[in-house]
C-alpha cells in the first residue's frame, strides 16, 4: 500500500519538548510553509509552559514558606494565630446607591421579577414588606434591587 503522498508528518524537537503532529498538506503548500508555522506554535507552546513554570514555582515557595512557619508555631508550642492579630469585624462604607424599582404588569410573579433582576424572591418580599409572595397587585410599584443610603 502506498502512502499518500499529500500526508506529511512534522516531528519537532525543542528543549527536551517533543512535538509531534501530523498535517494534512493542500495542494501548493511547501513543505517549509509547515516546518515555520510548527516551529512559531512549539515556541509559543514553550514560552507558555516556562510561565506556568514560574507561577507553579512561586506558589510552590509561598507554600513552603506557610509550612516552615507552622510546623516552626507547633514545635515551639505557640498557637496558630494569634488572637491580637485576628479581624473581629469589618467596617464597609457603602456608596449611595438609588433604588431601583418596577411596576407590576399583568402576569408579573415575585419569581419572574426575582429572576429578571437576579435577586431572590425572599430579598423581594423584604425589600417590600411582603408576607404572601402569591400576593402582588397589578400597579403596584416594588423595589427590585438593593440600595444604600448613608445615613
Known amino acids: 500500500m502506498r502512502a499518500n503522498p499529500r500526508a506529511a508528518t512534522a516531528v519537532l524537537v525543542l528543549s527536551g519538548v517533543l512535538l509531534a503532529g501530523c498535517a494534512q498538506m493542500p495542494e501548493r503548500t511547501a513543505n517549509s510553509t509547515l516546518a515555520q508555522q510548527n516551529l512559531r506554535e512549539a515556541s509559543q507552546l514553550l514560552r507558555k509552559q516556562h510561565e506556568l513554570d514560574l ?22 508550642h505557640q ?28 402576569g ?3 419569581s419572574s421579577l426575582a429572576a429578571k433582576y437576579q435577586v431572590t424572591v425572599a430579598d423581594l418580599m423584604r425589600w417590600n414588606g411582603i408576607t404572601n409572595p402569591n400576593l402582588v397587585r397589578i400597579g403596584q410599584k ?10
Open 55 to 76: 507561577a507553579t514555582d512561586a506558589v510552590a515557595n509561598k507554600l513552603d514558606r506557610v509550612q516552615h512557619i507552622i510546623n516552626r508555631r507547633i514545635r515551639d
Open 79 to 106: 498557637p496558630l494565630i494569634h488572637r491580637d492579630k485576628m479581624t473581629h469585624s469589618v467596617n464597609v462604607i457603602l456608596p449611595d446607591t438609588p433604588c431601583q424599582t418596577q411596576v407590576v404588569h399583568p
Open 108 to 110: 408579573d410573579t415575585l
Open 142 to 151: 416594588l423595589q427590585v434591587t438593593a440600595c444604600h443610603k448613608k445615613g
